[in-house]
């Protein structure tokens, strides 16, 4: 469908107007679209309905033109069961390449741009089209001068049909229903790595050196690190989770417990699960009263002298599968000598009974291409383990949210990553869940940082 939307006189410019049902679309689709476009700009609909605000279509031509952007995108206002609010995007960068960035319902583009992208289009996909597009888009003037502009004003209303909560939206990436989905999208991104020079051939990663006389000096095999604060009602579980875990001989572990401050109690029950066993198994580490997040309590485990040879993640509200996870992130680490392994979770409420989808895999990792797909994604899955000595080279940033995938993306970028793909982890769901129901303004601000650490990330593999 195909409409004149209107011609703008101070620019002499006209743009015309086409609807998609969404942005999961064939390659098809797009070419008929470039083949019909015959004025200056093409808008891109895919919400049936779209509210204007006055003279926004004018001003998304004007930005257009004062910016020589190839496409424009802007904020808009989200009609919900009736109630009208803000919903603000956020800035296209380098590092934007999740397929699903929300660019809102309405994207203009410059039709020479995006006949340009549509011309070197040599693959045909399903379901990949409008993500080809864009990537092919942001590329035409060398990979790194990205001219897809966000317009950071309120200029149109959509109605809102997806009212799941965002915890819920969280895993739709890794629904085994949308597998199909995923191997195109993930072929796309491997394209538009190797155009822009930050794609990684796997068989130039390395393995680690567990010969090394300085792995020696480790206390223990392993580590159990949970941070956490004000975790009163969950703490005690993930404690005793860890602590029923069963390694092999020669085999030792212990379990760090860093707490950031709490106040609500989270401490006297991690002290009275301390009194109870041996001090060497708990190590209670308190941290002063500057920032530390996540990503510090972490470091503070990490540079622990009683730190072991591997760190494995456990957070705070969540428990072990079994008491056999730690042994079998020593025997992968041991087997396959990786810089990190990832297990595979099963989402359950506070109780522990299962919620769908169920067991989250990420077998979007392949030994092959994982750590060029890592770049599309938004995490790698959980739990975590790390190669202390190396870990200690790099550090977590020190940061409440994605501290672990920016450690995932820089080791993988030169060291190999093992997998474990039976469940490990019960990864629990409850009110208090810190992305349980994020607002607009959190989504944002995790989704953005997301991409900024995709964006450095991206720039030192292509250097």
Known sequence: MQKLLYFCSKFEKAMQIFHLSSRVCSTQAIREIASQATESYVMLLIKPEVRWVAYAQERLVQIAEDTHADMVYADH??????????????????????DDFDFGAVTMWRTSALQAAVAAMDTDYQYAGFYDLRLRVSRLH??????????????????????????????????????????????????????????????????????????????????????????????GDAIRS??????????????????????????????????????????????????????????????????????????????????????????TFMHERCAMVVGTYQLTDIDGQPLPPGKIDHREWTAENGMNNALRINGLGAPRGFYVPLLRTMNFPTTKY???????????????????????YNCRRWDDNSDANCDVVAMN???????RIRTWELMARMA
């Open 445 to 451: 601000r995790n989704n953005w940082y997301k991409d």
């Open 242 to 331: 860890a602590l029923a875990q069963r390694v092999r001989e020669p085999y030792r572990y212990n379990v760090f417990v860093v707490d950031d401050n709490s106040t609500d109690g989270t401490v006297d029950v991690i002290k009275d699960i301390q009194n109870t066993v041996d001090g060497a198994r708990l190590i209670y580490v308190a941290q002063d009263p500057t920032w530390h997040a996540i990503g510090g309590n972490w470091n503070a485990a990490l540079h622990h002298p009683e730190c072991g040879l591997f760190a494995i993640q456990l957070d705070s509200d969540d428990t072990y599968f079994d008491e056999n996870t730690v042994q079998r992130f020593i025997d």
């Open 142 to 235: 060398g990979g790194r001068d990205v001219r897809l502009v966000h317009v950071p004003e309120y200029l149109y209303y959509e109605v809102e049909t997806d009212t799941r909560l965002s915890g819920e939206k969280l895993f739709d990436y890794v629904n085994p229903a949308n597998r199909a989905v995923q191997i195109e999208m993930e072929q796309c991104v491997t394209a538009h790595l190797k155009a822009i020079g930050g794609w990684i051939d796997y068989q130039q990663l390395k393995n680690i050196d567990l010969s090394d006389k300085g792995n020696e000096t480790c206390p223990v095999t392993a580590s159990v690190i949970i941070p956490c604060r004000n975790r009163v009602r969950t703490i």
């Open 77 to 98: 206002f989200n009609e919900t069961n009736g109630q009208v609010s803000q919903a603000p995007v956020i800035d296209y960068q380098l590092g934007a390449l999740r």
């Open 402 to 424: 994605g501290e672990d995938y920016a450690v995932g993306l820089r080791i993988t970028r030169e060291y190999q990553l093992g997998r474990i793909y039976d469940v490990l």
